[in-house]
């Protein structure tokens, strides 16, 4: 939740690096803000201008939820919640894919 900022600044590298092949990446984070901001209550807290859920508990539980959803359920194994019984907990692990250019340093 408080590091929504970094998250944002991931997704536009993935989305913009001239190093990963266009259209290549699946970021959950850019899939859960699009689901919330048009999924009620969790669009009551969602912010376009900052790009960011703005309450933690919505934050947390609407993850959970988009991840249960037939929209997010392919992220499924993309995020470790401290708790899955709780997932105000937090987050304790995430991922996603992408497929990097061949660089002079692949190979």
Do not use: H, K
Request: proline content about 3%; charged content about 15%; aromatic content about 14%.
């Amino acid at each position: 939740f408080a590091r929504q900022e970094e998250l944002n600044s991931v997704g536009r590298f993935l989305t913009s690096s001239r190093e990963v092949v266009p259209e290549t990446s699946d970021f959950w984070y850019s899939g859960y803000l699009s689901w919330a901001a048009e999924t009620q209550p969790y669009s009551s807290a969602y912010n376009a201008s900052i790009n960011a859920v703005t309450n933690a508990t919505l934050f947390y539980t609407g993850l959970q939820a988009f991840l249960n959803s037939s929209e997010g359920e392919r992220f499924g194994g993309d995020i470790q919640f401290i708790d899955d019984m709780d997932p105000v907990a937090g987050i304790f692990a995430t991922r996603s894919a992408a497929q990097i250019c061949q660089s002079e340093f692949s190979g």
